[in-house]
C-alpha cells in the first residue's frame, strides 16, 4: 500500500527562505571572492560550504516538512555523504567563477557536475531515510528534476559570473537585482528538490521489527536546522559586510599611500624621511636630484651624509637635545641650511621639518629645496642696490651703509678720503665717454692696488671716489695719499693711447671733523676742491675755515640769483677822460653789488662767482642794458659824450646769443653802435678760431672793440694784427709803480708806441696821482681813467660830475 503524506506548510515556506537566502549570501560571497583576489581561496571554500550547507539545509527542511504518519530516521553516512554532494557543487561553482571561466562549454560542464552532485545530494539524502516504507521512483520525474538542476546550474553560474564582473555598487538598484536573482534562484533551487520529492512514491510494508535509532520530531528538527542556518547566513552577511568595509578602508588607505608615494615622487621639492636617530627612510626623486645620491644609496644611511661638516655635530646635539625634551626649536618653522652634494659641493638649501609619532617613535619628514637660484638672484639683487656698474666696486648705498657701520665700530680714529681726477673732463671730451670709462675703471683698479685689507673703497660718482681707512689717524691718511697721488701721475695706456691725470684728495678725521657719514664724506668734499683750487694732483685736510669760505660763497651765490632777479645790481660810472685836455669822453659801467646782509661785495669776488655758475650772461645783460639806457638819457640831456664802454667776460663772449643780444639792447635803448664799446679780456681772443668770427659781426655793426688789461696775460702781437681792434688799455699794474720802477716804464712806451704804430687808442686804467698823470701825458697817452680825476660814481652821482664838467 503506498503511502501518502502531507507538507507542513510552514516548513516548506521556512525551505524557501532558506533557500533564498543561501542563494543571497552565495551571490554576496561572489562578489568578495571577485573583488578581493588575494583572498579568493578562504571566500571559496567559505562559499562553498555555505551554499552547499543552504542547499542541503534547504533539502532536509524540505523532507522533513513531508509528514508520511511514520516513524522516520537517517543514515547518518548517506547524510553526511549528501552534504558532501551539497558542498562539491557550490565548490565547483565557485570554482569555476574563481578562474574566470566564462566560456559556454566552461559553463555547461560546471552547470553538469554541479547537477549531478545536488541530484546525488537529493536522492542521497532521500535514500538515508530508514522507515517502514520502500521508495519508488518516477523515472520522467526523476529526469525532470535532473534537468531543473541542470538548468538551475547554468543560470546560477551565469548569475554568479556576472556578479563577479560587476564592479562593486551599493546603489539601490543592484541591491534589488541581487535579491531578484536571489529568489530566482532560491526559487529553482526549491522547484528542483519538490519534483524530486513528487517523483518518490512511499509503498508501506509490514514489519515486525520497530525503526532503531533516535527519533527527533521533524518539525522541532527542521526549525533546528533552519535557525543555525539562518544564523549562520546572518553571520556571513556581516562578515562579509564588514570585511568589504575593512577592504573599502583598506583600499582608501591603499589609494591615499599610493597618491602620497606618486605626489612625493613627482614633487619639485626634495622629500627625506628619518627616524630619531637620523637615519634615512624615505628618499624621493627630487632628492636624489637635489643631493645626487640615490634613494639605494641612502635609505638605511645617516642623514650626517649630505650635511658639511660643520653642520654634523650641531644636528647630533639637536637630535639628543629632541631624546630627552621632544622638542625641536626648527620644526614647524622653515630654516636656512646647506646641504652636502655627491660630488663634495655644498649648496644653500631651505628646510622645513615635522614630526610623526607612532607607538613612541617620533619619524621626521623634512621638505628641502634648493635655494641656489634664489640666492644667486638676491646676490644680483645686492650687487645692483650696492654695486657700481662700471668699476664694480661698492656705491653710494654701500658706502653710507658701510661708513656708517665703521663709525659704530671703530674704537680709534678713522680715516675718509674723498679723491677726484683732475682733467679728466677733457678726457671725455677729446677721446669720448667710452675712453673715459675705461679710464676709470683702470684709475680704481690702480687705487684699490693701493690699499690694505680691511680699507673699504666706493665710487661716489662720475670720477669721484670716496675711500675710508679705519683705525687710521692724520700721518697714516697723509701718506697713504701720497700713494694715490703717485699712483694717478703715473701714465695710463689705455688701448695704445697715453693719457696723463693727477689726483686731489680732501681728508676728514673722525671724530674731529665730523661723527656722521654725510658730515665726514661733506667735509672731505671740500677739502678735495680745496686741494684743486691749489692747482690739483696734491691732498688737503679738512678746516673750519675751508667751511666758512664754502659757507659765504654758497650765501653769494643764493643771494647773487636774487639780485639778478631783484636788480639788486648796481652800476656805477667811471669817468674815461681826455689827457689833453681833461674833458669826459665816455664812462666805463661797472657792476657793485651791496649784499643787504654781508655788505659791499667786491667784483673780484662776485664776478669769478657769476662766471662760475653761469650767472654772469643775466647779469651782463642787465648791465649792458642799464649802462646804454643811462647813455641815451645823458646825450638826451645835452651831454657830449664819445661813447660806453662795456665789459663782458669769456662766458658772455662765448655765448651764441651775444651779438643778437648787442643788437637787440641797441635797438631798445636807441644808442647807435659806435657808441657802445665792448672791452674783451685776453682770455676770450686767446681762442681766435671762435674769437675772430664775433669780433668780426660786432665789427660790422659798428660796434667799437677794445682789449682790455692788455701785457698781463699771455699777450701776443698777433692780436694786434689779426684782430679787429680798436683800442687797447693798459693795466693798472704797469701804471702804479710807474715812477718807479723802468721796466714797467718800457712796457707802458711800448705799447703807446705801438698803438699808435698800428692806429689803435690807447687808455690808462688805475691813473691815481698826478705824477703818473704827467708821465702818460708826457709820453702822448690820449686818454685815462682812474681815481686822479675820480672813483666809480653811481648814476646819480655821475650825471652831476657832467654837469659840473660842462660848466667849468
Not at 352 to 381: A, H, M, P, Q, W
Amino acid at each position: 500500500m503506498e503511502a501518502v503524506g502531507e507538507y507542513n506548510g510552514w516548513l516548506v515556506l521556512l525551505s524557501v527562505v532558506v533557500s533564498i537566502l543561501s542563494s543571497y549570501t552565495a551571490l554576496q560571497i561572489v562578489k568578495r571572492m571577485s573583488s578581493v583576489q588575494h583572498t579568493r581561496y578562504k571566500w571559496l571554500i567559505l562559499g562553498s560550504l555555505t551554499f552547499g550547507g543552504g542547499i542541503w539545509s534547504m533539502h532536509f527542511i524540505a523532507m522533513l516538512a513531508y509528514d508520511m504518519g511514520m516513524p522516520v530516521v537517517y543514515d547518518v553516512v548517506l547524510v553526511v555523504l549528501s552534504i558532501i554532494a551539497a558542498v562539491a557543487s557550490s565548490f565547483i561553482a565557485f570554482f569555476i567563477i574563481s578562474k574566470g571561466l566564462d566560456k559556454k562549454a566552461w559553463r555547461f560542464t560546471g552547470a553538469l557536475l554541479i547537477a549531478l552532485s545536488i541530484v546525488s545530494m537529493h536522492y542521497i539524502g532521500m535514500d538515508a531515510m530508514k522507515m517502514n516504507a520502500l521508495i519508488e521512483y518516477n523515472p520522467w520525474l526523476v529526469a525532470t528534476s535532473g534537468a531543473i538542476a541542470l538548468a538551475v546550474s547554468f543560470v546560477g553560474l551565469r548569475i554568479f559570473s556576472l556578479y563577479a564582473q560587476k564592479e562593486k555598487s551599493d546603489n539601490k538598484k543592484d541591491h534589488l537585482k541581487g535579491w531578484g536573482s536571489s529568489t530566482f534562484m532560491g526559487m529553482a533551487i526549491c522547484g528542483m528538490h519538490y519534483t524530486g520529492m513528487e517523483s518518490a512514491a512511499f509503498l508501506m510494508e509490514p514489519s515486525e521489527s520497530p525503526i532503531s535509532g533516535p527519533v527527533v520530531d521533524p518539525t522541532m528538527l527542521a526549525w533546528l536546522i533552519a535557525g543555525g542556518v539562518l544564523l549562520t547566513i546572518g553571520f556571513l552577511i556581516a562578515l562579509i559586510k564588514f570585511d568589504t568595509e575593512i577592504e573599502t578602508t583598506n583600499t582608501r588607505l591603499e589609494v591615499a599611500n599610493e597618491m602620497y608615494r606618486s605626489i612625493l615622487e613627482s614633487a619639485n621639492d626634495a622629500v627625506v624621511t628619518s627616524d630619531e636617530q637620523g637615519i634615512v627612510l624615505a628618499w624621493n626623486k627630487s632628492a636624489e636630484r637635489t643631493f645626487g645620491y640615490r634613494a639605494d644609496e641612502m635609505i638605511g644611511e645617516l642623514l650626517t651624509k649630505v650635511m658639511p661638516a660643520h653642520f654634523r655635530d650641531p644636528h647630533q646635539k639637536a637630535i639628543e637635545r629632541y631624546k630627552q625634551t621632544k622638542h625641536a626649536y626648527v620644526i614647524g618653522k622653515t630654516v636656512e641650511l646647506e646641504g652636502l652634494h655627491k660630488d663634495g659641493s655644498t649648496f644653500p638649501m631651505e628646510l622645513s621639518l615635522s614630526t610623526v609619532e607612532d607607538e613612541g617613535t617620533t619619524y621626521f619628514t623634512g621638505i628641502i629645496r634648493d635655494i641656489t637660484e634664489r640666492f644667486e638672484n638676491e646676490k644680483r639683487i645686492r650687487e645692483l642696490v650696492y654695486k657700481d656698474d662700471l668699476t664694480h666696486l661698492p656705491n653710494r648705498r654701500a658706502l653710507y651703509e658701510q661708513l656708517a657701520g665703521y663709525i659704530q665700530d671703530v674704537q680709534e680714529n678713522l680715516a675718509v678720503m674723498f679723491l677726484d681726477f683732475d682733467r679728466f673732463k677733457q678726457v671725455n671730451d677729446v677721446y669720448g665717454h667710452r675712453m673715459g670709462d675705461l679710464l676709470l675703471n683702470e684709475g680704481a683698479v690702480r687705487v684699490k692696488s693701493r690699499l690694505s685689507e680691511g680699507y673699504f673703497m666706493a665710487r661716489q660718482s662720475g670720477d669721484e671716489f670716496i675711500i675710508v681707512l679705519p683705525c687710521t689717524g692724520a700721518e697714516g691718511a697723509k701718506d697713504i695719499a701720497k700713494l694715490i697721488i703717485e699712483e694717478i701721475a703715473t701714465p695710463f695706456t689705455i688701448e695704445e693711447r697715453d693719457l696723463y691725470i693727477s689726483g686731489s684728495i680732501g681728508i676728514s678725521l673722525y671724530p674731529d671733523d665730523g661723527t656722521t657719514p654725510d658730515l665726514l664724506i661733506k667735509r672731505a668734499d671740500t677739502s678735495m676742491y680745496q686741494a684743486k683750487q691749489k692747482g690739483g694732483g696734491q691732498y688737503c685736510f679738512y678746516t673750519e675755515e675751508m667751511d666758512q669760505h664754502i659757507a659765504r660763497k654758497l650765501q653769494l651765490e643764493n643771494g647773487l640769483r636774487k639780485a639778478i632777479e631783484q636788480e639788486g645790481i648796481g652800476v656805477h660810472y667811471q669817468p674815461q677822460v681826455d689827457v689833453s685836455s681833461g674833458r669826459i669822453i665816455g664812462f666805463e659801467a661797472l657792476a657793485r653789488w651791496n649784499h643787504p646782509e654781508l655788505g659791499f661785495v667786491g667784483p673780484d669776488e662776485f664776478i669769478p662767482l657769476a662766471e662760475e655758475t653761469k650767472l654772469i650772461v643775466p647779469l651782463g645783460e642787465k648791465i649792458l642794458f642799464e649802462a646804454c639806457h643811462q647813455y641815451r638819457q645823458w646825450m638826451k640831456e645835452g651831454h657830449n659824450l664819445e661813447r660806453i664802454s662795456v665789459n663782458l667776460s669769456a662766458i658772455q663772449f662765448m655765448d651764441p646769443t651775444i651779438v643778437s643780444t648787442v643788437e637787440r639792447v641797441l635797438k631798445e635803448t636807441g644808442v647807435a653802435p659806435e657808441h657802445l664799446e665792448i672791452e674783451l679780456t685776453e682770455s676770450i681772443v686767446q681762442d681766435s678760431i671762435q674769437a675772430v668770427p664775433v669780433m668780426n659781426r660786432m665789427k660790422t655793426m659798428g660796434v667799437q672793440l677794445a682789449l682790455d688789461d692788455f701785457g698781463t696775460g699771455f699777450s701776443s702781437l698777433s692780436y694786434l694784427k689779426d684782430f679787429p681792434l680798436d683800442t687797447l688799455k693798459v693795466d693798472r699794474s704797469f701804471i702804479q709803480t710807474i715812477h718807479e720802477n723802468e721796466k714797467d716804464r718800457a712796457v707802458v712806451d711800448t705799447v703807446i708806441q705801438l698803438a699808435e704804430r698800428l692806429g689803435l687808442s690807447v687808455i690808462a686804467e688805475g691813473v691815481e696821482t698826478e705824477v703818473q698823470l704827467d708821465y702818460l701825458r708826457s709820453r702822448g697817452c690820449a686818454e685815462y681813467q682812474g681815481y686822479v680825476f675820480s672813483k666809480p660814481l653811481n648814476k646819480t652821482e655821475a650825471s652831476a660830475l657832467l654837469t659840473r664838467s660842462m660848466a667849468m
